[in-house]
């Protein structure tokens, strides 16, 4: 009788697990730390694919799920294929979650800081579209999560979505340098700024700005206003650096920065992204 190298596998782990039992509790806990669940960037068509490794028991219930829902899809008369109702499906059972009232006290290990979130809370796309975009004269707007085009056939799928809120901003002048008198940073300067870095602007980093902190590159405490000129998006960890570590820039123009690190190295961050630069090559500010 012939056996199979997934019959023999079995049989080495079993008996491992009869065996050995502490050895195969180790290798079942080193298993379960390769858990995990990614979703990649969106693609040019709007999609994303998604990658798992989940516990047995985890994977079985949200296959079941989805394709409970994926058939039911199926007899409210969605004619797509299965595959495609289960990816519906998924994104249903997502939806449904965000809808949930729950408030979570979780800690941040990395900064020490205890923060209350709600799951409920929506998922912002920014999307930069003009009025013919929706009439089809021009198909294509752009994502600034992810700095690529979007069909319009995207954009009207994604606002036909059930519970979506539409914000609908005026065309905003990156280059307006208003400055207010309080240290506190309003929206309309946030906004602003995100637009114009786009990203964390220390060398190399690609953290968006719109999950970073917004420096005053002089210190308010030291006269510096707060306006878009003087204000420089950091990613926590970056803020940290220039703040403790070290670290130093200067703003030339605004969306152009040269850092010094603790070594005495340069760097020269501008929308094209970071050089590296002699000293004696540095760039003077520009003058007011």
Request: proline share 7%.
């Amino acid at each position: 009788e012939s056996v199979t190298w997934a019959q023999i596998d079995r049989l080495v782990a079993e008996a491992i697990a009869r065996f050995d039992p502490g050895r195969a509790e180790l290798e079942r806990q080193r298993a379960a730390d390769r858990r995990r669940f990614t979703i990649s960037d969106v693609d040019e068509h709007g999609l994303v694919y998604v990658d798992a490794l989940m516990d047995a028991a985890d994977g079985h219930d949200l296959n079941q799920t989805i394709t409970r829902r994926a058939h039911l899809l199926g007899q409210l008369g969605d004619d797509s294929s299965l595959d495609v109702r289960r990816s519906k499906a998924a994104g249903e059972l997502a939806r449904q979650d965000l809808s949930l009232s729950l408030d979570l006290i979780v800690s941040d290990p990395a900064t020490g800081e205890v923060i209350a979130k709600s799951p409920g809370r929506r998922s912002v796309l920014n999307l930069h579209i003009t009025d013919t975009t929706l009439t089809g004269e021009n198909p294509v707007g752009r994502c600034e999560e992810t700095r690529g085009p979007v069909l319009a056939g995207q954009i009207r799928e994604w606002l036909s979505l059930p519970g979506s809120t539409i914000i609908v901003r005026p065309v905003i002048d990156v280059a307006d340098c208003t400055p207010v008198d309080s240290y506190e940073i309003p929206d309309r300067h946030r906004i602003r700024v995100q637009l114009r870095d786009h990203t964390c602007r220390f060398p190399s980093c690609t953290t968006p700005a719109t999950r970073c902190d917004l420096d005053h590159a002089i210190e308010h405490s030291r006269g510096g206003p707060t306006c878009p000129c003087n204000l420089v998006p950091l990613c926590r960890r970056h803020h940290r650096a220039k703040t403790h570590g070290a670290w130093s820039y200067r703003v030339l123009r605004p969306g152009h920065y040269l850092w010094t690190s603790p070594n005495g190295a340069h760097f020269l961050v501008t929308p094209a992204g970071t050089d590296v630069i002699d000293p004696a090559d540095s760039p003077e500010p520009d003058r007011p």
